[in-house]
C-alpha cells in the first residue's frame, strides 16, 4: 500500500488523507479499511464522513460498505481528534446570532479567545459553550459537544459558526475545504489603493525565524495556497476601509496578505501596523493616532458576514453583523479627519515596509 497522509497544519481543524490501494488487498469494507490506517479515530467517525460525502474514492464519493478495490485511490476529510484537555464550563456571556438543531452561530468579541491551549486553558469560547450546553441533549438524548468548523483570532471579533454534532462539523468542514463557504471580513488598513480591488494571492506558512508569526512565500516554495480578495469600501486618505472575501482559510491569512502588499491592519502589533505608517510630522496627527490606538487596541478586523448551505437541510443562509463599537468609533473618527483636514504633502509621513 501506498500513503500519502496530508496533514493540514495544527493551527487547522481538519485534515486531508490520501491513500492507493495495494494491490492483492482483499475486498474489505471501506470503514474497516481505513479504520487501520487513520490514526487516532473510530468506525463512527469514519462512518459519520462518508454519510458527508466526505469519503471519495476514484474521484466519486462512496458509501461506508463500499468494499476496496486494489488500486482505488481514496481521499477522506476528518475533523482533528479533540485534544486531551479537561473543557471547563464557564458562565462566559455569548452573543448569539442564531441556533437550530445543527449548529450555533456566535458574533464573537475582540479578546476572547477561541479554545483552550498554551497559556489560556480557560476563559475561552469552547468553555463558555460547554457551560451554555450543560445538561442540553440533541434530538436522539445525546448530550451536545460544541464542535469547531473554524475560527478567528483572538483579537479579531465577527461571526464564528459552531456545529452540535460530528455529522454537521465534517459536512461543513468539507464545504470549507472546497471554498463553498462565502465569509467577508471589514478592516482598517494603513494606505491608500490606486484601484478599487484586488487579489492577492501568496503562500502562507510560518516564519521560519519567529514561528509565532505567518509570512507569505510569493514563489509558492513553501506554506500552504491562500487567496484574499479586496475591494475598498470608504478611503480616508492615510488609512482605507476594505472589504475582504476569503477564498481560503489560513492562519491570519488578511492579516499576513495585506501587509505583503504594503497595507497592514490598522493597530495590528503583530504584523507592524501599530506605528504611524502614513501620515504627517505634525504632533497633532502623532496625538490622533495615539488615541485611535486607545479606542481600537487591537486590530482593526471585523468578521462581518458569513454564507453557507445548511449541513442539514440545505438551505442557503446568511449572516451579517454591524462594526463593533471599538472599530466604528475610530472609523468615525478618521471620517472627520479627512474631511476636515488638509494633507500637507512636505510632511508626509511614508514608511518603506520591507
Known sequence: MEENSLFEEKEDLYEHFNFKVDKGTDLVRIDKYLLNLIPNTSRNKIQQAAKA????VNGKPVKQNYRVKPFDVISILMPYPPREIEIIPENIPLDIVYEDDDIIIINK???????????????????ALTYYFLNKVDNQGNPINPLLVHRIDKDTSGLLMIAKSEYAQIKLANDFYHHTIHRKYYALVWGDFKEDEGTVTAHIGRNPKDRLVMTVFPDGESGKHAVTHYKVVERFGYVTLIECQLETGRTHQIRVHLKSIRHPLFNDATYGGDRILKGTTFSKYRQFIQNCFKLLPRQALHAKSLGFTHPITGKQLFFDSPLPEDMQAVIDKWRNYSQHKKYEEEDVIDVDLK
Open 53 to 56: 460525502e466526505c469519503v471519495i
Open 109 to 127: 468579541n475582540a479578546g476572547l479567545v477561541v479554545h483552550p491551549g498554551y497559556g489560556n486553558y480557560t476563559g475561552t469560547l469552547v468553555n
